[in-house]
Each structure stands twice: as structure tokens, then as C-alpha cells.
């Protein structure tokens, strides 16, 4: 008997980071010299007061199941904290604990996703989302992502792509790879073209929410009233607080969709493991100075990377306003971006990404990770100068 897997299943793709990271892993291992600007998580440790809960919770005796949808103090932090921020009412009953962010992708395009309909998605984005759309069977559509808008995402061009199979809107500003931020205007102008498509639904991927630059102000989708009863935000705290490994996020969902998210935890995964909740709690509640040090890092290392990458032969870079990424053009150097990151890695003992792991319009471009310290970053850049100067395309 021959075992196959059910349709569906041969559409799932994956997330090229992580094969990145085994292959750069695997080299180290040889004695290989790498530097590693692939992978998208913190170079931080998580901060102590944030461990040291989760230590207290585990001595407390903390070893049990929770709600399926989370402890309750942490789910009224979360409110706490997300109405305070963007001065807008969240109700802790619209709050749902969940292990990571990608949790809340998959169960969100699992609802509105199924062959027929149509789901846009950003491109460049993260590659989970179309993952995901196909593995429903449901139509994967494409928003621009362009360098000429500052990798922002265009109001006018994605409403255009919205037809009468459109059933969820996937948004997502800080992004992904790019780091763009999309400015106020084109939210704008977004919600009010959202106004005409009461059936369409919005998942907003905000992970990247309290990493901004140059005073530039994240807005939530969570302050627009007219989308709140067909929204929901994924948030968390690996990027924020370095807690990539704790696997640990929520959502907020509208009253309508709750219902359903919760039954999907009891089925999927019961509930958040107790103690990083209680980590969770502590992060929220505690003191935020080292999220302030982490990105005042950030900043200084997106600021000479930028430079740096300017420098390179062929490559152009814009500077992003958001998350930890920036996104070199890479067209003029003649190299396509998947051999380059490929040889990059081989040759030159660095790790990046290239663009098109990212989507269709990710072509000409590689995606270079700053969450590694400044030395690293600048020594990375060094190599890759040399590299692509002893090899033109």
C-alpha cells in the first residue's frame, strides 16, 4: 500500500528563512566563517524581569491547562495596553492567547479561505501568507508592494484588485520584508474604500507595531470604527520584546468571529503553555527599557547598513521606516537575487534572503536582517562587496 496525503496538502510552501538558517547552520558547523543576516528574530536576549516570571510561575506551581483563549489578567493587559496606545476601546473579551503569530494567519485565511474565492495578500510579504491561502484552495492575489512607494502599500491598487469573490484582505505595516510603514493617507483612504465592501474581511499583521523610526507613528487599523466588526489584528511579543522561541501572540477578534477562534484553540492547540503567559503578563506590565534599548540598537545599525549597502556595486538601497529589515536592490549588479543569496551564503560566509521567497515582485531584491550587532553587519557588507566585485554577473 502506497500512503498519500490528502489535496491540499502538496500546495503548502514553507518559509525559506528557516532552510536558510539549517544551511548556514550546517556550514558553521564545518569551521565555516558565517555571519547570519537571514533569519528574522533578535539578537537580544529576553529581558530578565520577563524570564524571571516565567521562572516564579513554574516555582508557583503554574504547570496546568489554561483557557483556551488565555489567563485572564494577561488578556486584560493586552486590552489595557493596546487601548492605551492607539487611544481606542479593546475589550479583553476580543483578546485570544495564542502561540505565535502564524497561528493567527492560518486560522484567520482557514475561515475565509476555500476554492472559489479570492484572498489579497502583500507581495513582497511573508510567505505563510500565500502559503496558507493556497493550502485552502482559495485564490492567492497579489498586492504590489513597491520600492516607489517606500514599500508602503498603495490604497488606490489594492482596492482596485477587490471583486465580488474577495472575501479577506491580509495587511501588514511595519512589513515584512521590506520595512516599509504605510503612512496616514493611504490607511486612510484604504477604510474609506473598505466602506463600499461590507462582505470583505481584514487581517491586519501589526507584529511589527512598536518598531518604527524618524517619529514615524504605527497606526492600527483597530482606530478605524467602520472595519472593527470585520477586523482582526495579530499581534505578540517575539519581535518587540525578543521572544522569537517562547512562541507566544494574540489577536484581537471582532465580536462575530470570536466564537469561532475559540473553538478552533480547544481543537488545535487547548491553550498557551501557562508560565510564557505569565512572561507575557510580566513583559506588558513590567518595564519597557529594554525594548527602548533594543531599538535605539536598531536604529543605529538600520542607519550604517543602509549607508553601507549604498556602497555596494550595482545595489541601491531606501531606507525603511519600520520592523528590522531593509531591502538592497540588487538590479543593476546583474545578478538574479536567489542565485546571489545562494552564492552569498557558499561563497562569502552570509547569510541574506532572496526576494522572490517573498512573492512574485521580489525579484531584484534580497532581504538583509540588522538584528545581528553592528560589527557583524558591517563586516557582512565588507564580504559581499568583495564578493560581487570579483564576480560580475
Known amino acids: 500500500m502506497t500512503l498519500t496525503t490528502i489535496e491540499g496538502f502538496d500546495r503548502i510552501g514553507e518559509e525559506n528563512a528557516f532552510a536558510v538558517l539549517a544551511r548556514a547552520n550546517a556550514l558553521a558547523e564545518t569551521g565555516k566563517s558565517i555571519i547570519n543576516l537571514g533569519i528574522g528574530q533578535p539578537d537580544f536576549p529576553t529581558p530578565n524581569h520577563i524570564v524571571e516570571a516565567a521562572i516564579k510561575a513554574l516555582k508557583d506551581g503554574h504547570h496546568g491547562y489554561t483557557p483556551a483563549t488565555g489567563i485572564p489578567q494577561?488578556?486584560?493587559?493586552?486590552?489595557?495596553?493596546?487601548?492605551?496606545?492607539?487611544?481606542?476601546?479593546?475589550?479583553?473579551?476580543?483578546v485570544i492567547i495564542v502561540p505565535g503569530g502564524k497561528v493567527t494567519m492560518f486560522s484567520a485565511i482557514l475561515m475565509f479561505g476555500e476554492p472559489g474565492v479570492d484572498i489579497l495578500y502583500p507581495d513582497p510579504g511573508f510567505p505563510i501568507y500565500r502559503s496558507m491561502i493556497e493550502f485552502t484552495g482559495a485564490n492567492p492575489i497579489p498586492i504590489p508592494i513597491r520600492e516607489e512607494n517606500a514599500f508602503a502599500f498603495s490604497a488606490e491598487e489594492t482596492l482596485s484588485l477587490i471583486t465580488d469573490k474577495t472575501?479577506?484582505?491580509?495587511?501588514?505595516?511595519?512589513?515584512?520584508?521590506?520595512?516599509g510603514v504605510t503612512p496616514a493617507d493611504q490607511i486612510d483612504a484604504l477604510v474609506k474604500g473598505l466602506e463600499a465592501h461590507p462582505n470583505v474581511a481584514i487581517m491586519s499583521d501589526e507584529i511589527y507595531d512598536q518598531m518604527t523610526y524618524d517619529n514615524e507613528k504605527h497606526i492600527s487599523l483597530l482606530q478605524y470604527p467602520s472595519i472593527r466588526d470585520r477586523l482582526i489584528?495579530?499581534?505578540?511579543?517575539?519581535?518587540?520584546?525578543?521572544?522569537?522561541?517562547?512562541?507566544?501572540?494574540?489577536?484581537?477578534?471582532?465580536?462575530?468571529?470570536?466564537?469561532?477562534?475559540?473553538?478552533?484553540?480547544?481543537?488545535?492547540?487547548?491553550?498557551?503553555?501557562?508560565?510564557?503567559?505569565?512572561?507575557?503578563?510580566?513583559?506588558?506590565?513590567?518595564?519597557?527599557?529594554?525594548?527602548?534599548m533594543m531599538m535605539q540598537a536598531f536604529d543605529e545599525r538600520?542607519?550604517?547598513?543602509?549607508?553601507?549597502?549604498?556602497?555596494?556595486?550595482?545595489?541601491?538601497?531606501?531606507t525603511p521606516k519600520g520592523a528590522f529589515y531593509a531591502f538592497p536592490n540588487i538590479k543593476e549588479s546583474g545578478w538574479q537575487a536567489k542565485p546571489l543569496a545562494s552564492q552569498l551564503l557558499e561563497d562569502a560566509g552570509v547569510a541574506t534572503i532572496g526576494g522572490p521567497d517573498f512573492g512574485i515582485h521580489g525579484e531584484g531584491y534580497l532581504r538583509v536582517s540588522y538584528a545581528n550587532s553592528l560589527d557583524n553587519l558591517l563586516q557582512a557588507i565588507e564580504r559581499i562587496d568583495q564578493f560581487l566585485r570579483a564576480n560580475p554577473a
Open 74 to 94: 494577561l488578556r486584560d493587559a493586552v486590552a489595557n495596553d493596546v487601548s492605551q496606545r492607539y487611544n481606542t476601546e479593546v475589550s479583553a473579551d476580543n
Open 167 to 179: 472575501r479577506l484582505i491580509i495587511l501588514n505595516s511595519p512589513a515584512n520584508p521590506c520595512g
Open 233 to 292: 489584528v495579530l499581534n505578540g511579543w517575539s519581535k518587540t520584546y525578543a521572544m522569537t522561541g517562547w512562541r507566544l501572540g494574540y489577536s484581537i477578534w471582532p465580536d462575530s468571529l470570536f466564537d469561532s477562534i475559540r473553538k478552533l484553540a480547544v481543537n488545535a492547540w487547548s491553550c498557551v503553555n501557562a508560565p510564557a503567559q505569565y512572561a507575557a503578563l510580566a513583559a506588558l506590565t513590567g518595564p519597557q527599557d529594554d525594548v527602548a
Open 302 to 318: 538600520r542607519l550604517k547598513v543602509v549607508d553601507a549597502l549604498n556602497t555596494l556595486p550595482g545595489v541601491s538601497c531606501i
